[in-house]
């Protein structure tokens, strides 16, 4: 039996994914699709507990439901309908976003339209209009940074994401950055480890990763490195609970070095070690991933 394939008794579990326009929802209700859901594009926001009904009614057990953000004033009710529809299903919301530069030159490589855009507004201002109506809906599950993603890495990233959706609990992610490619907008707690030895000096590790065996030796050589890991370590574990008590899903936990590909991606890979036999646990490696 496929892991997202829920028991004959089990309730309805519905995945719905909103977010700005071009950050990536068709590609993700795809992944969806193909993993055995059945999907609606662009539905209208007031539709979406008729249409549950429906499905229930029909015997669905995977639905994915991508919510229409251009009528921008029925938007509003969305988190009061999550949280109705939470006391009957199991849903998982999933909110899709990226930097203003990155959705400005999607939309141009396209040449597609903005759904808000007319004659009177800018690709620019439309975008931030829709981010400032949208920003009630971001805290209702899991945020999704898609800027700079290629199609496979968010199609990778989001098919985690379901597989994941299938454990209790809180989801522990760790994710790995460069901070010359700006802090990730899905980031909950974000540390900085530029101040620790960086292996790009030297000459036979610049071509690695953190996930190689010289570059995990180089810098587990240094005290300070040892030591801030386990001061990061003991900080999550330290205040973990306090996000679980407050019925958070996710929290993504970011680790930013000066271009994402060494300490960075070490200290993420050691953190979702030391966690992954206590919470359900992602990783993510950004930079690595454009």
């Known amino acids: 039996m496929n892991q997202n394939t829920p028991a004959a008794n089990s309730p309805l579990q519905l995945v719905l994914?909103?977010?700005?326009?071009?950050?990536?929802?068709?590609?993700a209700l795809n992944v969806l699709?193909?993993?055995?859901?059945?999907?609606?594009?662009?539905?209208?926001?007031?539709?979406?507990?008729?249409?549950?009904?429906?499905?229930?009614?029909e015997g669905r057990k995977l639905v994915a439901v991508a919510a229409d953000s251009r009528a921008l004033s029925s938007v509003t009710a969305l988190p009061q309908m999550v949280q109705a529809l939470r006391n009957n299903i199991d849903l998982r919301f999933i909110f899709?976003?990226?930097?203003?530069d990155t959705l400005i030159q999607r939309f141009s490589e396209t040449r597609r339209r903005h759904p808000l855009a007319n004659e009177g507004i800018t690709l620019e201002e439309a975008i931030t209009q829709e981010r400032e109506a949208l920003a009630e809906l971001v805290g209702l599950g899991h945020r999704l940074d898609t800027s700079d993603l290629k199609p496979a890495a968010l199609r990778a990233w989001v098919k985690n994401l379901v597989d994941q959706s299938a454990h209790a609990?809180?989801?522990l992610l760790?994710?790995?950055?460069?901070?010359?490619?700006?802090?990730?907008?899905?980031?909950d707690l974000v540390f900085d480890v530029r101040s620790l030895p960086n292996p790009h000096y030297d000459i036979h590790l610049r071509p690695l990763t953190g996930k190689d065996a010289a570059v995990v030796s180089f810098l587990e050589s240094q005290p300070e490195v040892l030591r801030m890991r386990e001061d990061i370590r003991r900080f999550v574990a330290d205040w973990l609970p306090s996000f679980i008590r407050d019925n958070r899903s996710y929290l993504t936990v970011a680790i930013g070095c000066t271009?994402?590909?060494?300490?960075?991606?070490?200290?993420?890979?050691?953190?979702?070690?030391?966690?992954?036999?206590?919470?359900?646990?992602?990783?993510?490696?950004?930079?690595?991933?454009?």
């Open 96 to 100: 899709l976003e990226a930097r203003q």
């Open 17 to 27: 994914i909103s977010g700005l326009s071009g950050s990536g929802k068709s590609i």
């Open 169 to 171: 609990g809180i989801t």
């Open 33 to 57: 699709e193909d993993a055995g859901y059945f999907c609606v594009d662009n539905l209208p926001t007031p539709l979406l507990p008729q249409l549950v009904s429906q499905l229930r009614q």
């Open 259 to 290: 271009g994402g590909q060494h300490r960075s991606v070490y200290f993420t890979e050691w953190l979702a070690e030391q966690f992954k036999d206590s919470v359900n646990v992602l990783k993510r490696h950004r930079s690595l991933a454009q």
């Open 174 to 187: 760790f994710e790995s950055f460069g901070f010359k490619h700006g802090i990730p907008l899905d980031a």
